[in-house]
């Protein structure tokens, strides 16, 4: 799965007093790294001469540039003191996610000058920044080499590639909730005017219709059907049965496309079942796995955490929804992450063993489910929920671990501290459902809270404290 690529509006600030030779210098050394690192940035050498940012009558036509090129993200590094109404009055302009740093400076030259005072810069600009209420994410003064500069910055790439992913959001809701999850309610009017999420629905009705239509007249059918039994095994299902998931993915894969989804939020049981006759569930995991994420229980919610997860990981891994099951029979801080099947399968530890079959939970037995451990590893857990106009990003590291096999599709993870999160989950906004990735994203999704006013960081661990630590080098001193 491909991350979307953030294309970077590149804002280099210096002062008038300070050394203009000085200032090109490190622009140049700022722009040869983000080259080396893959970014892909606008610079602003069509604003002026030096592609500097120090006139403050410049800051809009530096806003035009960025704007008209479409950028994602804003990177203000302070080649010397820096112009910070200029940034602060570009930055607004733009309305993206705003990165500050600055090279650190060298020793006074033997006269007892001084070239660039960047941090005393960096100090003015912070502020002017509140001012006007631009949200950014800072990187403490280092120099371009330093191994601090380097996480930062692509944490930060990160957080700005998830909050915009959140921002504007189109969340497929196909049909209502389940009439026994009274927990998956949301308030999707304040979810529209707080952050422009929008809910697409569409009725079981018009899937099934889609679905029976393309099972009949599709061509794309035999060779997705083909595709499926080339890479697992199905148990228990007839070719008809097949031929409905096949349908069931692709008419889901054109609706998304036809709608401009971000994410699904699918009603998987139990009138599904009674339409098709069969469960959602490896759908779900096919989807997934291409960058569309799909939420079980039509949880909303949950499929905002995907989306928030899946592009705060700097890795290309799917993300996983499940729920928060049950304690591990003998270790004390071990839980079971699982759900019905929809963990992607490429995620399977074994996919020798992998099958897909019937549910063994639902009376109806209804076939598609997965049934397969995911490898473990490094593993972030999320969940974005919210109650009486709060909302909070519950966010915690883990580690896969040895466990009982279950039926679906399934994880044991260990935590350093098991009570702990239990008691966030019971006395939070939060639900039993969740999100997993193969990575370690805390540092992102806290970054990217910065970008989405209004949500709050929950973090277990790594703790806040731990987490601000991280992002301030303290572990490279």
Known sequence: MEKKKVKLGLAPTRRNVFSVEDSLKYKGLIEKKLQSWGVDFVNLDSLNKEG?????LEAEKAAKIFRDANVDAVFAPHVNFGTE???????????????????RDEAPLKDGSRLRDTQCGLFATSKILRRYGVPFSYIVNSRVDAPVFERGFKNFLAAAR??????????????TRPEDFFTVMVNEGEL?????????????????KRVLDKVKSDKRIEDEVEDFKKRTTFKG???????????LKLTLLDWTEDANLSAIAIQCWDALQLALGIVPCFVDSELTSLGIPVACETDI???????????ASQGTDPTFFCDLTIRHPENENSELLWH???????????????????????????????????????????????????????????????GPFTLGTFLWIEVP?????????????????????????????YEATRFIPGLKPDPANPTEEEIRAYLRGSDLQ
């Open 192 to 208: 529209l005017e707080r952050w422009g999420i929008e809910a697409v629905p569409i009725t079981l009705v018009d899937i099934e």
């Open 85 to 103: 109404d200029a940034v602060a009055k570009c930055a607004k302009a733009v309305g993206k996610p705003l990165l500050l740093w600055g090279p």
């Open 52 to 56: 500097l940012l120090f006139n403050r």
């Open 237 to 247: 299902m007839d070719e008809d049965a097949i031929r409905k998931i096949a349908g």
């Open 417 to 445: 501290d098991w009570p702990l999160w239990e008691e966030k989950f019971i006395y939070g906004p939060y639900i039993h459902h969740v999100v997993g990735i193969h990575d370690h994203a805390a540092y992102a999704l």
């Open 340 to 402: 019905c099947g929809p963990f992607p399968l490429e995620l399977a530890r074994d996919k020798e063993k992998a099958f897909v079959g019937q549910h063994f939970i639902l009376p109806s037995r209804s076939p598609g489910t997965g049934n397969w451990e995911i490898r473990g590893g490094n593993v972030t857990v999320a969940r974005f929920d919210g109650m009486g106009g709060e909302y909070l990003l519950f966010i915690g590291h883990a580690k896969g671990t040895a």
């Open 162 to 175: 998830a909050a915009n992913g959140f921002l504007k959001a189109r969340i497929g809701q196909i049909s």
């Open 301 to 311: 919610h949950g499929a905002l955490t995907s989306i928030l997860l899946q592009n």
